[in-house]
């Protein structure tokens, strides 16, 4: 079993819908990060959080420490949020990831 | 935000030779740095992670004399593919880390082709 496990793996959209992505993880963390990988590959950093909830532009991003969960919201998606979204946990000195959601939002 | 840079962002070399990826810390000190290799449709994978000054820790299965990891200073770590061959093309992703914190910053990543 991954420490880290995300849903839906596979998410088709269309443009305006509200998208969820969910992360769930089983040890102990010091934080949550959720990262973005586009097709040509390279990962920018969204969120790193170990409490509560952030908030950029149309992403949104929560997590409850004592029910090991955190979601990923994109509001009024569009079809250039099309990626991978990757949840990853900081675990002592250890990083877990998430096998990503791939996300493609039609127009 | 911290910035990781990662050059080149992609590299085709012949079977046999020896390929080197660089990941540099623009704006902060690098004090630990990573090494991930993705393969398609696969999440990352840690291949190593080293401290500037001292020897890489590698993860099982990762061989040490073909993945020659160097970080001789807290902005530059690099990554040596030793006598290459196809099955080591992939997508290589570098990470540093500050002293003290927990944030990790990501590389664009490295495409590596072996024909």
């Known amino acids: 079993k991954n420490e880290v496990e995300q849903s839906p793996q596979n998410l088709t959209a269309q443009e305006g819908e509200f998208i969820t992505i969910n992360c769930s993880y089983s040890?102990?963390?010091?934080?949550l990060h959720w990262l973005q990988q586009h097709p040509g590959g390279g990962i920018v950093s969204l969120f790193m959080?170990?409490?509560g909830k952030k908030k950029h532009g149309r992403l949104i991003a929560t997590i409850n420490i004592q029910e090991k969960h955190s979601s990923l919201h994109i509001t009024a998606s569009h079809p250039r949020d099309s990626a991978v979204y990757i949840c990853a946990v900081t675990s002592g000195n250890q990083f877990y990831f998430g096998t990503g959601t791939s996300l493609t939002v039609i127009p | 935000g911290a910035v990781v840079s990662q050059h080149p962002s992609r590299v085709i070399c012949k079977s046999g030779t020896s390929v080197k990826i660089e990941c540099r810390s623009l704006d902060f000190q690098a004090t630990t740095m990573f090494w991930y290799r993705q393969f398609p449709k696969k999440s990352l994978m840690l291949m190593a992670t080293s401290n500037e000054g001292s020897k890489a820790t590698y993860e099982q299965g990762v061989e040490k004399d073909k993945f020659l990891i160097n970080h001789a200073s807290l902005t530059l770590s690099t990554l040596t593919v030793t006598s290459a061959h196809p099955e080591d093309s992939s997508f290589y992703i570098c990470s540093a880390r500050e002293q003290g914190w927990y944030e990790q910053y990501f590389g664009p990543g490295t495409r590596l082709t072996v024909t």
């Open positions: 040890v102990g963390i010091s934080a």
């Open positions: 959080l170990s409490s």
